[in-house]
Structure formats: C-alpha cells, structure tokens
C-alpha cells in the first residue's frame, strides 16, 4: 500500500489495473499522439475504454489550443468517442482559474499563443490587446493601467518587449503571476526541442523577483476542475497515465492518484530508477506505480 513501485505490467496485470479502476486520466504528447500523428493503438484503446463505461480524461500541459481545437484533433486522429467534457488543458484550467478562484478584476496580461488568448476569451476574461506598433519599445510603449494578472505559456512569437512589459506589471505586488504550465522543453519528431512556457516564466521569474503560480501539471489545480465537473471522482479510483516523470508521474502523486509511465515519451524508465533509489524523499513522489511500454499494451485486456 502506497509503495512506489515502478512495476513493469503486461497482459492480465494490465487486464485487473482496468478493471478495479474507473477513472483513467491521459496526458496527451507522448501517450496518445506525437504531435500529429496518433501512437499505434492509442485511438482503440481510448475508444474502447470509453465504450466499456469507463470515465477518461485528457490532462495537457498544451496551452497553445483553445478545448474546440483538441476535439478536432481526437476526431482527426481516430478518438472519435471523445467529446469536449473530456478535455482539460492548461490554457482552459488557467482561464477557469482566473475565472473562478481569483475572480480576476481588471485586464490579463498574456504570453502566450493565439489558442490561449481564445480559451481566456470564451471565459470572458479580459486580455490586453497588443497593439501592432512595429517602433515600440519599453521606452515608448504604453503600458495598461489596470492588469491585475500576467499569465506565461507557450509564445512562438516572443519579444523582448513583451517580456519588459511583463517584468513591469509585476512591479505590482497586487498583480497576480501565472504560468500555464512549467514544462521545461518538448521533443520534436526531427530530434529537435521547442523550449517550453517554463523556460520563458523562468526568464520572468528572474527580472521581476517573483514566482509564478503553477496552473498545469504537477500542480493539483487541473484534478480541481476534473473532480468539479465529473462528480463522484474517487483517487484512488484513478489512474494517471504519462510520458514524463516531472510533470505527470508528480502530479498523480500530488492528487494521491495511481501513476503509470508509459516509455513512448520523454522519460525512460532508468530515471524513474534513478528517483526511486534518491536520497532526497521528495524525489519518491516522481516514480511511477506501474510502467508499460506503450498504451498500446492495454489492447488485449479488451479482447474476448
Ligand atoms: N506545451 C507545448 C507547447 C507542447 O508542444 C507540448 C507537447 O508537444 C506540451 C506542452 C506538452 O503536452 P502534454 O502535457 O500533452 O505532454
Ligand atoms: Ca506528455
């Protein structure tokens, strides 16, 4: 009870994991698709468990789509049993937090990719608009008078400026500081990496002497708003499903949920040895109960 195992589980393990749970939470990257392309099996897997009554959730630390965007995807990649309930990213948790924990008063200052600017306007949550002036600088420009919040995620398309303007919102110590997610980089199919919205909060962190509130995993605000919306959510009736050790397989045992590690992503499973065998105890909480090689693992349990 409660031991961290690191379990290497196949065929009727796998078989008994599904049935005494009912609650299945799925990060998205390195579980069930890379980028764009869906991890073999992954769709009938999903599908399957959802026509076998069991409750599934998507928890991504993506904040670059508004919800509406991802069920097109599912739908394009063959998840065509998941609807948009299911669905729970760091852009629409951090607009549910602004919304309904902080009560935001005032406009958001947001870094961030088109999709979250979108899902924090379907909240009603005001942003600050930037205005198209290709000579301003933090010399020059203007800055809003009434942000109460700086919200980082993903931004492609960065600037110098918007992150002086950041560092001087945050002179307000009434200004809230948000990060969609802390995700440090992400693999891309060519073996390159994109750096992540933690590599610009770190950036921000530094000139404003101030730490960002985590909204996506590992913190447990995500598991807020799955057990507001599905009623009943028992922990340890869940299993949390990940590639990555830092951010899924810790948020699990934040929540106190059941962890798997699935190895078609970032993390391989000598790391999760490497944890499990640390002197620093906090380190426990990043060692997976229960490791698969790919979901793709679970297709049997649902034969017969
Ligand atoms: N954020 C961005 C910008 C990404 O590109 C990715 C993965 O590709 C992620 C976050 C991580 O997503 P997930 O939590 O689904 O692994
Ligand atoms: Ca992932």
Known sequence: FGFKG??????????NLLEAKDFFLFDCDGVIWHGE??????????????????????????????????????????????MLEQIFSSSYCSALYLRD?????????????????????EAGIPCVEEADEPDATIYNCALAPDVKAVL???????????????????????C???????????P???????????????????????????IGKPSRFMFECISSQFSGVDPAQCLMVGDRLETDMLFGSNCGLDTMLTLTGVSQIEEAHEYSKSEVSTNHSLVPDYVVDTIADF???FED
């Open 101 to 121: 924990v902080v009560k935001v008063r005032g406009q958001v200052f947001v870094i961030g990719c088109e999709g979250l600017r979108r899902e924090l306007q």
């Open 176 to 186: 809230l500081f948000l990060a969609t997610d802390n995700d440090p980089w992400h």
């Open 152 to 174: 980082v995620g993903h931004d492609d398309k960065l600037t110098f400026l918007k992150l002086a303007k950041a560092s001087c919102y945050l002179r307000d110590p009434d």
């Open 188 to 214: 891309l199919s060519s073996g390159r990496i994109l750096p992540g919205s933690g590599s610009l909060t770190a950036a921000i962190e530094v000139a404003s002497g101030r730490k960002a509130t985590v």
């Open 6 to 15: 690191c379990q290497k589980i196949r065929g009727p393990q796998i078989r």
């Open 37 to 82: 392309k869906a991890i073999t099996g992954a769709a009938k897997v999903v599908n399957s468990l959802i026509r076998n009554g069991k409750n599934v959730v998507f928890v991504t630390n993506n904040c670059t789509r508004p919800r509406e965007n991802y069920m097109h995807k599912f739908s394009r990649l063959g998840f065509h049993e998941v």
């Open 299 to 301: 297709l049997p349990a």
